[in-house]
């Protein structure tokens, strides 16, 4: 019996398992040898866990009673007239597609039992399966073994033909961070039905059908369900198996540094008070960089969501990171999840005869399912943060922060640098060709030295302090109602007094040397923002006459939704730029109208620069 470690995939043929882990026989082959390593080159093998309880004996030739609603009890090995009846109760296997749910042969071809209609017996479930259990979070490395459950899901068969394409599993319920698949026993067993497991440029491959014909053995697979999954055409036989839900029950707390990383956490607090006073070292020439280096991203090998992402649930690897990180009393630490969203057109395959209009006709059959379509010119991308957590919980004062994490990734790595977790294909539109879109899901670790609590909104720059600072103030009411607990008034005093800090850090040599941008973000503060802000208003319209650009900073400004309120209520310092913008229109209007010229120099196509410059090259020539 061989029994497969790794990272984010756990596998174990047929045989038996003791508490003292004797093992025998072989039938279990994977391609790649998976290891995981902390920071002094440690196994990543915690033992300084809640849960330090060894796995309690389960017999996998002990077989559960199967039940299932409308066929009755079903006796393992699968026989041929039990398969028939389970194949005659069953319906087709869907996959989701988006937010749809499909029906596809070429994607999935499986007949599926749901859990409502099976049983798998009290006895079976109380004790082999928690066994099970244990030892795939052990060899997983979840750090809360202790709360894990699995949940049955499906009772799946795969008669020849039967198939499962790449895909990664959803998150079915709140909690669940893996699947495991139990196979039974099938008279004849299968031929064909490899499940390969990917992640992180690894895999872990699973034979299935290397004893399938054990007269009474069960074999088993686990593996986090963000990791992309296929299982292969079953060419002859038929393939059973129970599939179940991973789910940590409880909230989950956020762990202790494993004992074997003590070296690797002195190493990091000295890192950090290095960190933090070569920061502390002033450099005239650097601007907001000097600040902008006080942020740090550290990938995460799994993806998460917004509702189970957890200091205390997070997977393999990544707990045993984070735990070090938020161990380390000198370093401030969030976890986000980050998004990028990349659209442009497709490489050319002129399908089209452009000179008849027509479509070609050795291409008229041409399949447009968009398979093997590459990205040529990109449209548009985006990076987005989706949540920003601390041990506390959710930072909802972060949502908003449009700071570029995949600019301050440690070592200067690539964020995104994996295929696309998703891609959709639109093909031929009337006049349109076809276009691509990718979307990339990251989750990362976000640090910085915590004597600077505010590096995360300057990195961010001007208007992530104001909306800080803005945050900060609005909430001035309720520190006050609070003043018997001085701890936390003080704190966001301070928090308060950081951010002035770094405004004034940002601004530079003052008003005059902010720019146009920042002007603009700076007035909806001092128009309807807190009262610390709005006091500065008389000053504010002042400095902005003041300037050499104000023609186009009045531009700017007068369509503001604080401004432009401020001015159709009367306000005397809003009316007093209106007045001067309108100055300043009239004067224009007194020079007469403009002389008439092809010229375009600001003539812009998103996404295609060069169209721009081709029309204005053929106007000049005109």
């Not at 054990?214 to 129970?242: K, N, V």
């Not at 009367?570 to 002389?595: D, F, I, N, Y």
Request: with cysteine; aromatic share 6%; glycine share 8%.
């Amino acid at each position: 019996m061989a029994d497969t470690k790794g990272s984010f995939a756990w596998i174990k043929d047929c045989g038996c398992a003791s508490k003292d882990g004797d093992e025998d026989g072989a039938s279990c082959s994977q391609e790649s040898s998976l290891h995981d390593e902390d920071l002094d080159g440690q196994s990543n093998v915690d033992s300084d866990t809640d849960d330090e309880e060894r796995s309690p004996a389960y017999d996998l030739r002990r077989l559960p009673s199967l039940s299932v609603r409308g066929v009755g009890p079903v006796p393992l090995p699968l026989g041929r007239e039990s398969a028939a009846a389970l194949l005659s109760a069953g319906s087709p296997a869907p996959y989701g597609h988006g937010l749809s749910t499909v029906l596809d042969p070429e994607v999935r071809r499986s007949t599926q039992l749901d859990a409502a209609e099976v049983d798998v017996g009290a006895g079976w479930r109380e004790e082999e399966l928690a066994g099970i259990v244990a030892d795939a979070c052990a060899a997983l490395g979840v750090r809360s073994p202790s709360s894990a459950r699995a949940h049955l899901y499906k009772l799946l068969l795969y008669e020849p033909g039967g198939h499962f394409r790449p895909h990664r599993d959803t998150e079915k319920e709140p909690g669940m961070f893996g699947t495991l698949v139990v196979q039974l026993p099938v008279a004849g067993g299968h031929e064909g039905g490899e499940l390969r497991v990917r992640h992180a440029g690894q895999v872990r491959v699973w034979r299935t059908a290397a004893g399938s014909q054990e007269p009474a053995a069960l074999q088993c697979a686990a593996f986090y369900a963000d990791c992309e999954h296929e299982l292969t055409m079953i060419t002859s036989g038929l393939r059973a198996a129970l599939v179940f839900n991973l789910v940590q029950t409880g909230p989950g707390r956020v762990q202790r540094p494993p004992r074997q990383f003590i070296r690797a956490a002195n190493a990091l607090t000295a890192a950090v008070r290095a960190w933090d006073a070569a920061l502390a070292v002033p450099d005239p020439g650097a601007g907001s960089k000097v600040q902008a280096a006080a942020v740090r991203v550290v990938p995460l090998d799994h993806q998460y969501t917004k509702t189970n992402l957890s200091f205390g649930r997070l997977k393999g690897r990544d707990a045993a990171v984070v735990s070090l990180l938020h161990g380390c009393k000198e370093l401030g630490v969030h976890l986000v999840l980050v998004h990028k969203h990349v659209r442009g057109n497709v490489q050319a395959r002129y399908p089209w005869d452009h000179k008849r209009r027509r479509r070609c006709e050795d291409s008229a059959d041409e399949d447009d399912s968009g398979d093997d379509a590459e990205m040529d010119d990109i449209i548009e991308e985006e990076v987005t943060t989706q949540l920003w957590l601390s041990p506390r919980g959710p930072e909802d004062e972060m949502s908003g922060v449009g700071i570029e994490l995949d600019d301050f990734v440690l070592d200067d790595k690539e964020l995104f640098f994996q295929d696309p977790d998703r891609r959709e294909y639109e093909g031929y539109m009337g006049n349109y060709g076809p276009t691509l879109q990718y979307w990339y899901y990251s989750t990362v670790a976000v640090i910085w030295p915590r004597s600077r609590p505010m590096a995360v909104f300057e990195a961010a720059g001007f208007s992530a302090v104001l909306d800080a600072l803005e945050w900060r103030l609005a909430d001035e009411g309720r520190q006050a109602s609070q003043q018997q607990q001085g701890t936390e008034v003080e704190a966001g005093a301070r928090d308060v007094q950081e951010l002035f800090a770094a405004l004034i850090r940002l601004a530079g040599s003052g008003f005059a040397a902010l720019g146009a941008g920042q002007i603009v973000a700076l007035s909806k503060h001092v128009f309807a923002g807190a009262a610390a802000f709005r006091a500065h208003l008389p000053a504010f319209c002042a400095a902005v006459l003041d300037r050499p650009d104000r023609k186009e900073l009045l531009l700017a400004l007068l369509p503001e939704v604080a401004v432009a309120e401020a001015v159709r209520a009367g306000e005397p310092h809003a009316m007093t730029l209106a007045e001067a913008m309108a100055a300043q229109l009239e004067a224009v209007v007194a020079r007469g109208p403009p002389a008439p010229s092809f010229e375009q120099p600001d003539a812009r196509v998103p996404g295609y620069p060069q169209v721009g410059t081709s029309l204005c090259n053929e106007m000049r020539m005109q």
